[in-house]
């Protein structure tokens, strides 16, 4: 209801309500902009030109989605160009792939894992039981924040874009799988992988706290 309210009252051209859309969706968009593109310069006018489409697609907006999710799948779409733009001239590594485009590396360390024995393919290292220090307990930290938000910052593009959207914006998979246009299976993968790297990430920088301690 209040999707139809703030609906009625853009296509009115409410100042007010644009703004307060403004207000509500420009760190979110701001963040999911620089999962595409390399600067925050760039992801700024990413996002000045989602708003500039909102603006003029507002009257055409058929309702078979939430706003939120229209809103997100306009930046998007502005950022994949964007970004296209910016690959075509990024510098290659010496082993021939561009920097976004980096290999995919395990979810987990393979040297966790016994290769050998009667114990093969079980953990050799069990992941630490984290009780009160738990990602949700680091989410309320401004310290937990910035090491989860360096982790994210760490992956490969597509898998930023899943976490960033499922987790950070809280969206559900359907409406990940309709703003990046990707299959739900693949959606689950990259979630997956995206949430493995970040908990070892954290794991790996609580246990060089206590080490410290």
């Not at 809103?71 to 590594?93: C, D, H, V, Y």
């Not at 593009?157 to 990046?180: F, K, P, S, W, Y």
């Amino acid at each position: 209801m209040e999707d139809v309210a703030l609906l009625q009252a853009l296509r009115k051209g409410d100042e007010t309500a644009f703004a307060q859309l403004i207000d509500h969706y420009q760190a979110s968009l701001q963040r999911l902009a620089m999962t595409f593109v390399s600067s925050h310069a760039v992801a700024e006018e990413v996002v000045q030109d989602t708003w500039i489409g909102v603006l003029e697609g507002i009257d055409r907006f058929e309702e078979r989605s939430s706003l939120k999710t229209w809103i997100f799948r306009i930046l998007t779409n502005q950022a994949k160009t964007r970004g296209m733009r910016e690959r075509r001239n990024a510098p290659l590594s010496p082993l021939g792939y561009s920097t976004e485009e980096e290999p995919e590396t395990p979810a987990v360390d393979p040297s966790r894992f016994h290769t050998a024995g009667y114990w093969v393919d079980h953990w050799k290292s069990l992941p630490r039981y984290w009780d009160d220090e738990t990602p949700e307990r680091l989410f309320l930290s401004k310290e937990g924040l910035a090491q989860i938000e360096k982790a994210i910052s760490a992956l490969p593009q597509t898998q930023r874009q899943v976490i960033t959207l499922r987790d950070m914006e809280g969206l559900t998979a359907v409406e990940v799988c309709n703003i990046l246009s990707i299959a739900e299976t693949n959606q689950r993968v990259l979630l997956h992988r995206a949430r493995s790297h970040v908990r070892r990430a954290l794991e790996q920088y609580l246990d060089e706290g206590d080490a410290q301690s």
